[in-house]
């Protein structure tokens, strides 16, 4: 396979380094699932889209563990966390922090909102209005918050996750179009089987005051350095031409498929091909194949595009209409 999309100047892959971040990544996987109950798709596409450097928009109902998930990833690599939960009279200066005058001193000093952390939950993102939503833009984006004209940088790794009720939902307001195409995926958090419903409930209800999920098994196995380090390896996964090809293809198809208004913008194929790369590190190799650009598809481009008015009529949603194009675009061979 030819390494077309790699970085010429990039060290190649070592056998022994591969081996060792697939280890990692495995080890993190187990955690974040000794505490979340199913939901096991989720957690490998968040846990993914970590290692691709994206961010991650989550949708479902309250009370489905999306706190927990965000606790127990923050726990595997020592990260900072920190929620924020959304409300339709949050400022921006809420979330980012402001600047105060100090009376000993007589100077302003700055004071930091929740957003300096390595993991960002924004918790009902699309109750609060548009202002404070487009507040995250420049942090999504540039990993750095100005505050009285002033650049502070995040901490490396630095993550949003953030968590949209469905708009048919009271008091909810749908993200602008450009908030929408910052988010490397969108996954859909469901509810959970009867059998780990049952396993839920025996977990919450031994020996414990309360009802909260706790992340306090989680074991801690890296810093946040070796997330970073994971990152630069998963930018350095191999992408052959003709999977690269097929990527466009499937992105440049959503623009004139029936049934889809409005289609994907380039940089649908830029995330296809980041979330593609993490995905084959987790699945154990060191370059993508198709079949990683099948699985990244729909939650990379299921917000990215706008069903029709008359699909919506015909009771199609963007994943159905999507699964069928990815039926239809032909995938390389070998």
């Excluded at 990544?25 to 979340?36: F, G």
């Excluded at 889209?49 to 998930?69: D, M």
Aim: hydrophobic letters at 45%; proline letters at 6%; charged letters at 25%.
């Amino acid at each position: 396979m030819n390494d077309s999309t790699a970085t010429s100047a990039a060290p190649a892959i070592t056998a022994d380094r591969l081996n060792q971040a697939i280890g990692i990544v495995q080890r993190m996987r187990e955690e974040i699932r000794s505490a979340v109950i199913g939901q096991q798709a989720v957690v490998d596409q968040v846990l993914a889209c970590c290692l691709a450097g994206g961010h991650v928009l989550i949708e479902g109902v309250p009370g489905l563990g999306k706190t927990l998930l965000v606790k127990a990833l923050a726990k595997t690599f020592a990260g900072d966390f920190s929620r924020i939960q959304f409300t339709p009279d949050l400022m921006p200066a809420d979330v980012m922090g402001h600047a105060v005058y100090d009376m000993k001193s007589q100077s302003f000093s700055v004071r930091r909102g929740p957003v300096f952390a390595h993991l960002l939950l924004a918790d009902e993102i699309n109750r609060a209005p548009a202002k404070t939503q487009s507040s995250l833009l420049e942090v999504m984006q540039e990993r750095q918050v100005t505050i009285e004209g002033e650049s502070h940088q995040l901490p490396p790794p630095f993550m949003v996750l953030a968590t949209q009720n469905p708009l048919e939902n009271e008091g909810t307001y749908p993200l602008p179009e450009a908030q929408l195409d910052r988010f490397l995926i969108k996954v859909r958090i469901d509810y959970p089987t009867v059998d780990e419903e049952e396993q839920m409930l025996r977990m919450v209800t031994r020996d414990r005051v309360g009802d909260g999920l706790e992340v306090s098994q989680v074991a801690t196995l890296v810093k946040p350095e070796t997330i970073v380090a994971l990152q630069q390896l998963v930018a350095r996964i191999r992408v052959d031409d003709a999977v690269a090809a097929y990527a466009v293809r499937l992105v440049r198809a959503t623009r004139d498929w029936p049934g889809i208004a409005i289609g994907a913008g380039p940089r649908g194929c830029i995330a296809l091909v980041r979330m593609a790369r993490a995905m084959a590190l987790t699945s154990g190799r060191d370059y993508v194949t198709p079949d990683d650009i099948k699985a990244a598809a729909l939650p990379v481009l299921r917000h990215r595009i706008a069903v029709s008015p008359e699909s919506e009529l015909d009771g199609l949603s963007s994943d159905e209409l999507l699964l069928g194009l990815i039926e239809e675009v032909a995938a390389p061979r070998g």
